[in-house]
């Protein structure tokens, strides 16, 4: 390779790692020509593009850039691709798709933004991110979930809802009638009935002072009269 294709490729690289915040490096050292196409394969139906680099190269964009790659520096030995992806966990959900019939590739570090992950065994941390469309899917999912269900209780249980209702209605009802009942019998058993029938009022007109009053008014003048008729016939005896 020339001092200008080595510049020219240095530049592309340089502008895959600026370009993508989602980087993969791995192993697929030992994958026949088969394997390698079926890999390539995978990664393009999951929106995943896997280049084969040299390690120089690499290492060369990745110092030009002014960005901080940390440990994955270290892991540029041997073979090196890199998987690149708009989706933070892609490359490993690819991964371990391929590797449950390989074991291939091997995880050597990855960078999703600023944060940095060392080493195969952080496979499945990588591969438990959540996407920003399985968040937002997640949420819309958690919002709509209570509003169907209330939805599907209503429609399923509706003669249950209407028993309910009639029950409560019946309960209504009793409470009603059970008021009703206590109600009647104190009415029944009301100190105002014997109050009216041993009122003090009729014995005080029976026993009334009018009446005798009247009486003998009539009386006082009968005696007057027959007083007066006597006197009248003493004058005359005595003429």
Avoid: H
Wanted: charged fraction near 35%; glycine fraction near 4%; hydrophobic fraction near 35%.
């Amino acid at each position: 390779m020339t001092r200008e294709e080595k510049s020219r490729a240095i530049t592309e690289i340089t502008d895959l790692l600026s370009q993508n915040e989602i980087i993969y490096l791995t192993d697929i050292s030992g994958l026949n020509s088969t394997e390698t196409s079926n890999l390539r394969r995978l990664c393009f139906k999951s929106g995943v593009k896997l280049e084969v680099m040299k390690n120089t190269l690499l290492e060369k964009a990745m110092t030009d850039l002014d960005k901080d790659f940390g440990g994955l520096l270290e892991t540029l030995k041997g073979n090196t691709s890199v998987m690149l992806s708009d989706v933070g966990n892609a490359p490993a959900k690819v991964i371990k798709d391929f590797r449950k019939k390989s074991d291939r590739p091997i995880l050597k570090g990855a960078i999703i933004k600023n944060d940095i992950y060392l080493g195969d065994e952080k496979l499945e941390l990588l591969f438990s991110i959540k996407s920003k469309e399985e968040l937002i899917g997640e949420i819309i999912l958690l919002l709509q979930s209570p509003v169907k269900n209330v939805i599907s209780a209503l429609k399923s249980s509706s003669s249950k809802l209407s028993g309910i209702i009639q029950t409560l209605s019946n309960r209504e009802e009793k409470s009603t009638n059970k008021e009703a009942s206590v109600e009647e019998p104190t009415e029944d058993v009301s100190v105002e009935a014997p109050t009216e029938d041993v009122s003090v009022e009729a014995p005080t007109e029976d026993v009334s002072v009018e009446a005798p009053t009247e009486d003998v008014s009539v009386e006082a003048p009968t005696d007057e009269a027959s007083a007066k008729d006597d006197s009248e016939e003493t004058n005359k005896k005595e003429n």
